[in-house]
């Protein structure tokens, strides 16, 4: 098992950066792919992005792409979220998850997909 453990939200201005980091318990971090999702106030939880356990492989939604990155450092059992020009709509609770891969290259985009989830940092983009 894995418990995910996220920091680095909060406040900031549109055009704004922030950068999420999700910390990782356990000695078996690089056998999971890992995922980065958001819930607005009113909507459902939907898919940001998703690295591979090798960190080779990298997916990004496209409301985000071209101004979120998602990375990860096995070493460091962490995976990370840049958001850089950070606009009004991407408030939101962010949320990690981590789902064991079968293979490097695996990268999983469904809630449903995941097994383990830490309990969110709130990101407030003001106008």
């Known amino acids: 098992q894995v418990q995910l453990v996220e920091s680095g939200g909060g406040l900031v201005q549109a055009g704004g950066s922030l950068r999420l980091s999700c910390a990782a318990s356990?000695?078996?971090?690089?056998?999971?792919?890992m995922g980065w999702f958001r819930q607005a106030p009113g909507k459902e939880r939907e898919f940001v992005a998703a690295v591979s356990r090798d960190a080779k492989r990298t997916y990004h939604a496209d409301s985000v792409k071209g101004r979120f990155t998602i990375s990860r450092d096995n070493f460091k059992n962490t995976v990370y979220l840049q958001m850089n020009n950070l606009k009004p709509e991407d408030t939101a609770v962010y949320y990690c998850?981590?789902?064991?891969?079968?293979?490097?290259?695996?990268?999983?985009?469904?809630?449903?997909?995941?097994?383990?989830w830490g309990q969110g940092t709130q990101v407030t983009v003001s106008s």
């Open positions: 356990g000695r078996t971090f690089s056998t999971y792919a």
């Open positions: 998850a981590a789902q064991a891969a079968i293979r490097d290259y695996y990268l999983y985009f469904k809630m449903q997909e995941y097994d383990y």
